[in-house]
């Protein structure tokens, strides 16, 4: 199975708090997709909290395979115990400057460089499908930046 990324957003709602946003899918000629980001803040942070829903959708069908909300100051610090952001968080560890614990400060350049999905460990008894992955990121409890990536799975061109 080969995962792709097809399409990304990252609309501000708080351009007071959030500033120099930037988000881009980067593309290789075998048509695979990275992901990069990068975005500062104008205040220190330690308070940041989200949602996140991953939703699979097969044919006019969409279903959330997992919605969440979470505290992103611990998942920084800790070891996630469910598979997706797992994988999610060792991937950002890998090609990310976030910190290890909050506060995320202000005025830092912040950057994901190079997000890829792990196509080893998606089981190969996934069928072929598009994902939405969404996510919503709060500080005192005002929706500041959202995330949104398409993206899908198909079987893997070279039979692996």
Do not use: W
Request: charge should be positive.
């Amino acid at each position: 199975m080969e995962a792709y990324m097809t399409q990304i957003a990252c609309p501000v709602h708080s351009p007071e708090l959030v500033k120099n946003v930037s988000c881009h899918l980067n593309r290789t000629s075998l048509g695979a997709s990275s992901y990069s980001a990068e975005f500062s803040l104008t205040e220190d942070v330690s308070d940041a909290k989200g949602i996140y829903v991953f939703s699979i959708k097969r044919g006019s069908t969409l279903t959330n395979y997992t919605a969440m909300d979470i505290e992103y100051c611990e998942a920084l610090a800790s070891l996630q115990k469910q598979f997706l952001l797992k994988m999610i968080a060792d991937e950002l560890r890998r090609v990310s400057n976030f910190p290890l614990q909050c506060p995320f400060k202000r005025n830092k350049r912040y950057f994901i460089n190079g997000f890829t999905i792990n196509s080893k460990l998606i089981p190969s008894y996934v069928p072929e499908l598009k994902f939405l992955s969404d996510c919503n990121i709060f500080v005192k409890k005002r929706k500041v930046l959202q995330l949104t990536i398409h993206g899908r799975v198909i079987r893997s061109r070279s039979g692996r």
